[in-house]
């Protein structure tokens, strides 16, 4: 069963937040193989914008965050596709920019993805010096 957290700043339009959920289940069950739209699980955390911190440094502003958890039987390319319709949903609801969206996909087959703006980034790339 697919589980999507999404941690957004506190003080979201409730319309388009629900709007959002509604979405990403539609979303989830006609991307992913094997799965309905019963199965998908939107839940959502507001965080305290005096509580946001990066690098230890207190930000005035949190950019969606979406953590995907999902079981097996899931090709990859569904995911990658399920992540990148997450942010876009996320751009067009909440106004922001589909850029700082970051997503990490945990799942039993494939280990862990860290996705920024929906798009799955490799970090098996040496770092250029």
Aim: glycine share 8%.
């Amino acid at each position: 069963m697919p589980f999507v957290t999404l941690y957004l700043p506190k003080g979201c339009n409730n319309k388009a937040l629900e709007k959002s959920m509604r979405e990403i289940t539609a979303a989830g069950a006609d991307t992913l193989e094997n799965t309905l739209t019963r199965m998908v699980r939107v839940t959502v955390f507001e965080s305290e914008p005096e509580r946001v911190y990066e690098g230890g440094r207190h930000v005035k502003e949190l950019y969606p965050v979406v953590l995907f958890r999902i079981g097996p039987g899931r090709s990859p390319e569904a995911k990658d596709s399920f992540m990148d319709q997450i942010a876009q949903i996320l751009h067009e609801n909440l106004k922001c920019p589909k850029e700082n969206v970051r997503g990490y996909v945990l799942d039993n087959e494939e280990g862990h993805h860290f996705c920024i703006g929906g798009k799955p980034k490799d970090f098996t790339k040496e770092v250029k010096k």
